[in-house]
């Protein structure tokens, strides 16, 4: 076999895969005739073949159906549930969408903590509390957050007070006054504010 | 008949866990006849081979059907064979050995590297022999040549079951024929 061309060997097996070109058929049928290794070699894989061919059918047991059929997994409702969010991942995206953001507004609510307050000349602040003096007037919005206003004088806008409270006697406000003390309306403000600046933009493009 | 189990497929799809036994039936001995060639043990080929039937019933919503099933079920099949066979420890059905009813078993869970004795393998039934000597060879020969020799399925579906091009299945054919050409000797 050393001696035989190295191409005979992989015929052999082309031979045998039923996938060999005429020319290599003549090729490795004249080469069998003449070398005793390799007729040999091929009688061997052939018997090989017949050999295994040979194994018996192996049946499979009674009870075979009957055991996969236990096995099979219960609650085809839960199935259909998942195949039906897995062909519509819209809803899971749309649902995931608004946890998120209502997440986010509300964690935003929470975490204001802090005192703030729009700065504006000639407004007074004592302690958590703004005042705007008597006599004065406050030119431009004001917005307070964890504190409260007292006006005295007069305001030229609006104002709004976030987690605080309002307090006037004779005030003079020439705008609207919002209160928001609760995380739903803390919710609309934002959705409100959020229409308000797209509006406003859009005015400004025109 | 292609068409009558993919009527089943989707009856099950849309909910009728009983159709599936058809499709059970159907395939039952062909899948079982395969790990029982791979694993070499009546035991582990029924669980391995309900197994498969199992995972392709959790997995049914991903067989695209306007492919063949069985080529599919074949390739959970016999991924499923190699995981066990790289997995298994040499003891691991010891006892189920000991009752068997038949000698076969004993020979598979001897590890491919001891061979027997060559009086004790000549003294082995022609059907003990075969299982013998296909347990021996290497996993990558041995699923090529089952499904070829065993299955006797055409070259471009094992290339499909296995998920490797025609080439290198020709190739572990190749030569997993030699392999057991050198086992056998002169028979």
Known sequence: MNACPKQIGEYMHEY????????????LKAHLQSCDDCRQHMQELNSTIAFVKSAAVVSVPLDFKQNVMVRLPKGKSGIGVQRWLRRHPIFVAAAMFCILMSASLLTGFNDDKEFSVTKQPNLVVEGQTVIVPAGETVTGDIVVKNGDIVVEGAVDGNITVINGQYMASTANVTGQIDEINQA??????????GGKEILSFLDKNK | MDALINKRIKQVLKGDQNAYSD?????QQKLYQVCYRMLGNKHESEDIAQEAFVRAYINLHTFDL????????????????????RKKKPDYYLDAQVAGTDGLDMYSQIS?????????????????????????????YRTVIVLKYIEELPLQEISEILDMPLGTVKTRIHRGREALRKQLGNL
């Open chain 1, 184 to 193: 739903f309306e803390w919710l609309w403000y934002k959705i409100k504010n």
């Open chain 2, 23 to 27: 499709v059970v039936s159907h395939y």
């Open chain 2, 66 to 85: 306007n492919r063949k099933f069985s080529t599919w079920l074949y390739r959970i099949a016999t991924n499923l064979c190699i995981d066990r066979i």
């Open chain 1, 16 to 27: 045998l895969d039923g996938d060999i070109s005429r020319e290599h058929e003549t090729e």
């Open chain 2, 112 to 140: 491919s590297s001891d061979r027997l004795p060559e009086e004790e393998v000549q003294r082995m039934e022609l059907q003990e022999r075969i299982q013998y000597e296909i347990s021996q060879l290497p996993d990558k």
